[in-house]
C-alpha cells in the first residue's frame, strides 16, 4: 500500500507542481532512477515488470536491433539472430554497454509484436480451396515420396484427397476433375497459393499470368479463381488444416498398396467417411452441411475436360519420340514422322494423325528409355540378326515354352528358323501374349512346331473349340502314324525284352 501512495506522491510532485526528478529523488530520498520508473508507470506492477520497460541504456539502440530483425525475414530460418546473437554484435560493433536481458526483452517484444494477427473469417456455400501436400508411402513394394491433391469446401468442411507420383500440371488438372465428379459439381470460385502449376507469372501490379493448362481448365469449367498473398499459406487456411489432417489421419502408419489406383480408393473411402463427422463448434454433421454446398454448385460440362500435356514431337530413327527427357517407343512404321504427345499424370499417349499408335506408362525418371518389344519385331523379322541384341526386348519376360520353340525350329532350320520364330512372337501384336504363350505350349505338346500350327491353336482357343489341324499341309511337320491293335506286336515285344 505505501508503494501505491509513493507513487501518488512523486507523480503529483513531479507532474502537477513541476518539482525536478533530481529534487524529488532528495526529497522522498529514493533514487533517480526509481523517480524515473515511478514517472513510467502510473501504479507499480502487481506481478513484476509489466507493459513498457524502462531501458534509457538501450537508448540510440533500438534502431539496430529493429534493423537486424527486419533483415532476418529474409533469411534461412535456422541462421536468423538470437538475442544473445544480437547483444555480443551491439556490443562487439556499436559499444553497447547495457546487460542482456533488457536486450532479450526488447527483443521478445519486438517479435510479438511483428507476429501476424488474423481476422475470423466466414464462408459462404459453393466456395473451395485447393492445395497440394506430400507424404511417404509403399507402391507396389517401393518406398516412394508421392504427392496429394486436396480440396476443401470451407463453409461445410466436405474434402477430397487424391495421391498421385508427381506434383506436376497433369496431376493438378486431373485432381480438379476427381473432385468435381467427388462433389458433384463445380465450385463457383477456387483459392489457391501462387502455385507455379497455375500462376505463370505474377507481374508488377500483382495481376497473374495463368498456365496454359490451368487456363484450359478454367475455361472449361468456368469456375473463378482467387489467389492468396505470396508466401502466405495461411491465407487458406482450410485447406491448409485439410492438408495436414489428411497425412496425419489418412496416411500413418505409412500407407501400404498394390498401386496408386487402390490407395486412392482407400482415400476416397476415407473422404466420405469423415463426412459423417460433427465439427468442434458445429451442430451437424459434414454431409448436412454439404447440402447448402451442393445447392450453389455449378453444374458440371457434358464431358470431363482431357487433363493432359500435349506437345508436338517427332520420331527418331530408332522410332523414340522424346518427351521431357524420357524416350517412348512407337512402331517401327513411323519412325521419322511428326506425332502429337498427350502426357497424362500416369501415362503417355503418342498420336499420329489423329490416331493413337502408342501408350506407354509414364515415367518420372530421368533419360529413361520406356520400350514396347511389340513396336520392334516387324523390322526384327526383317533383320533377324538383331533378335539376341535388340533392347526393346530386354526385359520382355516369355514362358519356357517359347525359348524351347525357338531352341527347336533353330535347330530344325537355322536362320529360317529364327525368323519362323519372330513370326510367332509377332502374334503377339494380334493375340494376347498369354494367349500366345499357351497355344506354343500346346503347340509343343502335339509336336507341331510350326508358326501355323500356333497361329491354329490360338484362333482355335480365342473361338472355344479343339483346333483341327490338317497336317497334309504341313509336310514338314512330324507324322503321327497310327494302326489298328495287332496282339503279335506285342509277342514281338516280348521276344525282343527276352533276348536282351
Known sequence: MKRVELYVKVRRAVLADG???????????????????????????????????????????????????????????????????????????????????????????ARLRSKEVFVPLSHKPGHAQADFGEADAIIAGKRVRFHYFCMDLPQSDACFVKAYPAEVAEAFCDGHVAAFDFFG????????????????????????????????????????????????????GKVEGLVGYARRNFMVPVPV???????????????????????????????????????????????????????????????????????????????????????????????????????????????????????????IEQKAGALDQAAPLDDWLLSPPVHRMRRLMEARSGKDGRREFIQVLRLCETFDQTLVEASVAHALDIGAISFDAVKMIALAKLEHRPPRLDLSLYPYLPRADVRATNTSSYLDLLSLAGAA
Open 19 to 109: 518539482m525536478s526528478r533530481r529534487g524529488a529523488a532528495r526529497y522522498f530520498g529514493i533514487d533517480r532512477k526509481t523517480v524515473d520508473k515511478i514517472l513510467v508507470f502510473p501504479a507499480p506492477p502487481e506481478h513484476g515488470r509489466s507493459g513498457r520497460i524502462y531501458r534509457r541504456k538501450l537508448t540510440g539502440f533500438t534502431g539496430i536491433i529493429d534493423a537486424i530483425l527486419s533483415a532476418d525475414r529474409q533469411v534461412h530460418s535456422k541462421q536468423r539472430h538470437t538475442a544473445q546473437r544480437i547483444f555480443e554484435r551491439l556490443k562487439d560493433e556499436h559499444g553497447f554497454s547495457g546487460g542482456s536481458t533488457i536486450v532479450r526483452n526488447y527483443v521478445a517484444e
Open 185 to 236: 459439381g463445380v465450385p463457383l470460385s477456387i483459392l489457391y497459393d501462387n502455385t507455379r502449376l497455375a500462376v505463370a507469372q505474377i507481374l508488377g501490379d500483382g495481376r497473374r499470368t495463368r498456365s496454359s493448362m490451368f487456363s484450359g481448365l478454367q475455361s472449361h469449367y468456368l469456375f473463378e479463381d482467387r489467389f492468396g498473398r505470396p508466401g502466405k499459406g495461411n491465407d487458406k
Open 257 to 379: 498398396a498394390d498401386s496408386f489406383e487402390t490407395f486412392n480408393e482407400r482415400l476416397i473411402d476415407k473422404c466420405r467417411k469423415r463426412q459423417q463427422a460433427v465439427l468442434r463448434g458445429k451442430h451437424a454433421s459434414i454431409a448436412e452441411r454439404f447440402r447448402s454446398d451442393a445447392e450453389m454448385l455449378m453444374a458440371r460440362p457434358a464431358y470431363a475436360f482431357d487433363p493432359c500435356h500435349m506437345t508436338a514431337g517427332r520420331a527418331s530413327s530408332l522410332s523414340l519420340v522424346r518427351y521431357k527427357t524420357n524416350d517412348y517407343s512407337v512402331p517401327t512404321a513411323f519412325a521419322h514422322r511428326e506425332m502429337v504427345i498427350k502426357a497424362y499424370v500416369d501415362r503417355v499417349d503418342i498420336i499420329y494423325q489423329g490416331e493413337r499408335i502408342a501408350r506407354h506408362p509414364r515415367t518420372y525418371a530421368r533419360e529413361d528409355f520406356v520400350y514396347d518389344p511389340l513396336h520392334y519385331l516387324a523390322l
